[in-house]
């Protein structure tokens, strides 16, 4: 069976978890910007959690099914609306074969997920799914959707294993879209290159999310971040906050001659010449996704156990979704 | 022991909860570069269960670790006793290639690029390649360009975006080319643009934005997603850390030539297995690198 597309939307994308091992050459991990929004629409839909789901952004789509189908919807607040009536978000939605499915405006945050049963059955590609667009590998032709792509989905017997699929997500569950946040970072690689107060300046601020803001990375505006100065090494560029180049962590946090950090998300490049300073803890990568241009944003600092003790938390939220069984 | 007996004084520091960063040193050279290399390959034999990427950088070393199933602390101490290791080795070599990469220097593409990004350049009037013979002091383009492809370069990073190789000039570091990256980055960059920023030579594998001043364009691909050459049969990105590139400048005519050869499906790179001796390269560079090329005859 297949989605007709209709209307592609602003830049919707098929993703999964995302592809690991291939960052040594560039290839970054791709996969759903809000991990946990799109595991949550594989739980409604009936997969597991790896099955691939459309990521839209800002503007959704509008297609069609040639197929009875479940379909959920998940993440950024949006009307769904199913032959022009409207249906709610974070439940399962069944599609009778005909049936036409589009999105309203943005109510808050930036991505919404699409899961249907069977999953998103494009061509694996170096172990994942996922749209590296940039590269033009995975997803639908390597690319974000057009109008008239047939969007193949796979199997409906599914491979959910004879569970019982979700009917809705607990509301107490779902992901919180707001205007202002806390990230938790781990100051570290080059924080040695700022000043005491740089690191005052970056940790105690509140920086509003601009624009520039996509999958590979997040752009705050704030105040300006001192540098130590120094006499550049050999091969470093000649600003301060640059260093000979070197392997970029995903999440963690650049600032470019001192203005405006940046934190790179999960199609980061995958290294360059400015020095990282702090590093988004993996529980809060969500979060970052989730965020609007506007967000107000606190980057709080803790260390690896509580970045630990984090993770754990996700983890066992996540088992929630699964049951026992996964 | 100490570390400064050992051998040992990369710097260890943690990009949150899930990558390692080691860095071997602050400033670029060809031992550093080798240094993270042969981390790497050591790590990479381990098959260390929760590491998913290793990634070799110019002068660093990039690990991303999955925390639930190998400690961070067991991580480091792994690593550490891979650096141990390396630094005890008393006489570097790596198993590698030489590979040939045509260049058409100085092309119609790269410079209309630049024309339209001038605004950016220190150096609004003229080109890229004049720019960057005035800032070596040479008294000419053709001069710079001799200067480029005279002597091989060591892939010293790849990445950036997918398939990308950093290459570093195997000459000591008085003759090594410097020039300044573009004022503010453009948006638009020819794939397979020769370009080069600070020490570093680069290609870009795919069209996209870019920083690094522009002086020619490959002919033939380095990144094959639909792995259409006999080149990327096996994967579809060409480079690894490591390679040593011969840059060949070619004329339009060959450059189409290639080209040809690129639609057909039949290119190929001449490359030859080598084995690169550090201590060689470093004590007589222009010697060595000699000795290098001469693998590429006759291929």
Known sequence: MAFEILEPGLATTVQDRGRFGYYN???????????LSAEMANALAGNTPAEAVLECTYMGPRFRTDRDTVIAVTGAPV???????????????????????AFGILQGGTRFYIGVRGGIDVPV?????????????????????????????GDSAGPSGGREPLQEIDPGLRPRFEKEVTVRVMPGLYDHRLTARGMETLLNSIWTLTPVADRTGLRYSGPEVEWQPRQQPFGAGSDPSNIVDAGYAVGSIQIPGGKEPIVLHRDAVSGGGYAMVATVISADMDLLARSAPGTKTRFTPVGMEEALAARAEQRSLRARLWGAGA | MTAAAAGTTARYTWGGDEFLFVEIDEAMSLAANFRANAMASLLDLDKIDGI????????????????????????????????ETVARTAHPTLDTRVVEIPVWYNDPYTNETAARFRANHQRPEGTDLEFAAQENGLSSVDEFIKRHYGSPWLVSMVGFVAGLPFMFQIVPQEQQLEVPKYLSPRTDTPALTVGHGGCFACIYSVRGAGGYQMFGIAAAPIFDPAQSLPDFKEFMVFFRPGDIVKFRPVDEAEYRKIQDEVEAGTFRYRQAPVQFDLQRALEDPAGYNREILERLNGI
């Open chain 1, 25 to 35: 050459v560039g290839i970054p991990q791709g996969g759903a910007m809000d991990g």
């Open chain 1, 79 to 101: 009307d769904v609306k199913v032959n022009g009536g409207t249906r709610g978000q974070w439940s399962r939605l069944e599609l009778a074969a005909g049936d036409e499915v």
């Open chain 1, 125 to 153: 590609v170096l172990g994942s799914r996922s749209t590296y667009g940039l590269g033009s590998i995975g997803g639908f032709d390597g690319r974000p959707l057009r109008a008239g792509d047939l969007v193949p989905v």
């Open chain 2, 52 to 83: 998913t990427d290793i990634c070799p950088a110019n002068a660093s070393l990039l690990i991303r670790f999955d925390p639930d199933v190998l400690a961070p602390g067991e991580l480091e101490e792994r690593v550490r006793r891979i650096e």
